[in-house]
């Protein structure tokens, strides 16, 4: 019996080391929202793009589309992003990153990764992922929370 507890109790902690986690810094929080350039990932699945738009639709900042690879416009918040996908039984956003950069400093990012585990939270909904990205990258959550939100069964 105690070996079964014991084998139960280690399985159950590297399935939630084997979760899906958020990493990084928001960029610094001012009281004037910048217009944000948004440099596009042609390698990086459409929908990553579109659902960044929303998000900075939906909180009201104002952007532009460069193309990939275009030089930085030192005055404006520049957001970089990469997004790959893993295929598993099911095709779930596997990992990415999402970078900020002002007057050629990098000011924030966010990573978000799954490990490569038998865990069934990664199959979870890869444009609320992003959102939780955006969330955290301009301070209105926290990696933590993020992560919490990301595993949480009413999310998927």
Same mark, same amino acid.
């Not at 507890?5 to 590297?14: A, C, E």
């Not at 532009?64 to 520049?78: A, C, E, M, R």
């Not at 909904?125 to 609320?128: G, L, P």
């Given at each position: 019996?105690?070996?079964? %507890?014991?084998?139960?109790?280690? +399985?159950?902690?590297?399935?939630?080391?084997? *979760?899906?986690?958020?990493t990084g810094s928001s960029v610094p929080i001012t009281n004037i929202?910048?217009?944000?350039?948004?440099?596009?990932?042609?390698?990086?699945r459409?929908?990553?793009l579109d659902t960044i738009k929303v998000w %900075?639709?939906?909180?009201?900042? +104002?952007?532009?589309?460069?193309?990939?690879? *275009?030089?930085?416009?030192?005055?404006?918040?520049?957001?970089?992003?990469e997004g790959h996908w893993g295929w598993d039984l099911a095709l779930y956003l596997k990992d990415t990153e999402i970078k900020a950069y002002q007057g050629g400093q990098r000011v924030g990012d966010i990573k978000f990764k799954v490990p490569y585990t038998a865990n069934p939270n990664k199959f979870g909904?890869?444009?609320?992922r992003i959102g939780f990205m955006m969330d955290t990258l301009f301070g209105q959550m926290t990696p933590a929370q993020a992560t919490k939100a990301a595993n949480s069964s009413t999310v998927n």
């Open positions: 019996m105690k070996k079964i %507890l014991l084998l139960s109790t280690i +399985s159950l902690t590297l399935i939630g080391c084997g *979760s899906p986690r958020y929202k910048p217009e944000v350039v948004i440099v596009q990932d042609n390698d990086t459409a929908g990553f %900075l639709q939906d909180n009201n900042y +104002s952007y532009i589309i460069s193309p990939d690879n *275009s030089k930085h416009d030192l005055n404006k918040l520049t957001i970089e992003y909904n890869a444009s609320k």
